[in-house]
């Protein structure tokens, strides 16, 4: 047999369900009921009966197949390939949690009647691609199922559909914060070429405490069908990250894969809140209703949007001496990091602005990064060496 090997694969969080492939005996459920002890793997394998192809940046030549299904109760893993057919067709005699959410080790008889484990892990919230790694194959692969159950090839980039800055809005936080921050906001930044996520916790008036380390992505590639989409991506460590996205109107879309349930989410509005007061109904430009920290001055730890933005303004407006552009024509996204605020200025290439003047939709979107600091001091980073500079002592709207 053709020796397999390991692949670094590309991952994905949301597919769009379309007609499957064929191997109809393997993908048939058998109607007799199964042992108790199998529930939960009904429960994490139902999604993964499609015959998929492995997905990988670079290609071996040998393409994979992997197909989980079940016969008399009881689950299988078909693992084939284009050069040799079936490489094995082991049973899945039991699971095991490894104390991660959906990674799984399996213990697993092979055709041949070899005792062997498999970790099986889902690689995003919504189930729609996987890892198998099991050394007696020598396999360490991943699957996505959009390769089976859409049409189509990838294709470079992010749609323009889909590109913006998008947020939910306040929902309840379920973290160990809640009792403190009881408020959550997950953010997701879509460019033509690169992804970005984070979720920001804030406290009873809806001033940002917290953030959680974003997820940043590159090579971007997409699939279409009608309105909905289905994005893949890598992180700094070859790790896919993917999504689907369905488009929903009004400056409105539904994704899945950030978390284990479909997120609605509303692109950044044109223009920021002025109150915190009005934070809970309208989405703003910069995503928190107030800047705030615990140790900052009285003169900065209660900056509204519009505060906050009327500060930044002019350090973005000097980087464009040539073009008439406005506040409203920029994206900001909050985080908060060790106590300090931190603002990363992004482009709206939708804007008229830009539209304009010709810029291309594909180039990089961010324009500046500035933090507030504890002291209530405003800092631009250079984005050359990465140091950080005071641009104005304290805020004197």
Not at 179 to 200: E, H
């Amino acid at each position: 047999m053709k020796k397999i090997l390991p692949l670094i694969g590309i991952s994905l969080t949301g597919v769009l369900l379309l007609a499957g492939c064929g191997h109809k005996q393997a993908d048939k459920e058998d109607a007799s009921t199964a042992p108790s002890s199998s529930t939960k793997l009904n429960n994490l394998l139902s999604p993964a009966k499609a015959k998929v192809p492995d997905d990988s940046q670079s290609s071996n030549g040998d393409q994979l197949y992997s197909q989980f299904y079940k016969k008399g109760g009881q689950w299988y893993w078909k693992l084939t390939s284009q050069d040799d057919g079936t490489i094995d067709n082991s049973q899945i005699k039991s699971l095991k949690s490894t104390g991660q959410n959906d990674v799984y080790n399996f213990s697993m008889v092979s055709n041949k009647n070899k005792s062997y484990n498999m970790k099986f892990n889902w690689i995003n919230g919504g189930h729609q691609a996987y890892t198998v790694n099991a050394a007696y194959h020598n396999v360490n692969n991943n699957f996505v199922l959009a390769d089976a159950k859409v049409s189509g090839q990838w294709q470079t980039g992010a749609p323009q559909a889909v590109q913006g800055t998008w947020a939910t809005d306040f929902t309840n936080n379920s973290g160990n914060d809640a009792q403190k921050l009881p408020f959550t906001k997950q953010f997701l930044n879509i460019t033509s070429t690169a992804t970005s996520s984070f979720v920001n916790e804030y406290d009873t008036n809806h001033r940002l405490y917290n953030s959680e380390t974003a997820n940043k992505t590159i090579n971007v590639s997409y699939k279409q069908d009608g309105d909905n989409y289905v994005l893949k991506s890598y992180d700094s460590n070859e790790t896919p990250v993917v999504y689907s996205i369905s488009v929903m109107g009004n400056n409105e879309i539904k994704v899945d894969g950030l978390t284990s349930s479909s997120l609605t989410m509303s692109q950044s509005a044109t223009s920021p809140t002025t109150s915190a007061s009005e934070s809970s109904a309208v989405t703003s430009q910069s995503g928190s209703a107030a800047v705030s920290g615990s140790t900052a001055n009285t003169t900065t730890s209660h900056l509204t949007d519009q505060q906050v933005v009327n500060w930044i303004w002019p350090y973005v407006k000097a980087k464009y001496p040539n073009m008439n552009v406005e506040s409203t024509d920029f994206t900001y996204m909050p985080q908060m990091k060790n106590g300090q605020m931190y603002v990363n200025v992004l482009e709206n290439h939708n804007a008229a602005a830009f539209k304009k003047s010709g810029v291309d939709s594909g180039t990089n979107p961010q324009v500046a990064s500035f933090r507030v600091t504890s002291s209530g001091a405003l800092e631009q980073m250079d984005a050359t060496t990465g140091d950080w500079s005071v641009v104005s002592s304290g805020y004197n709207g």
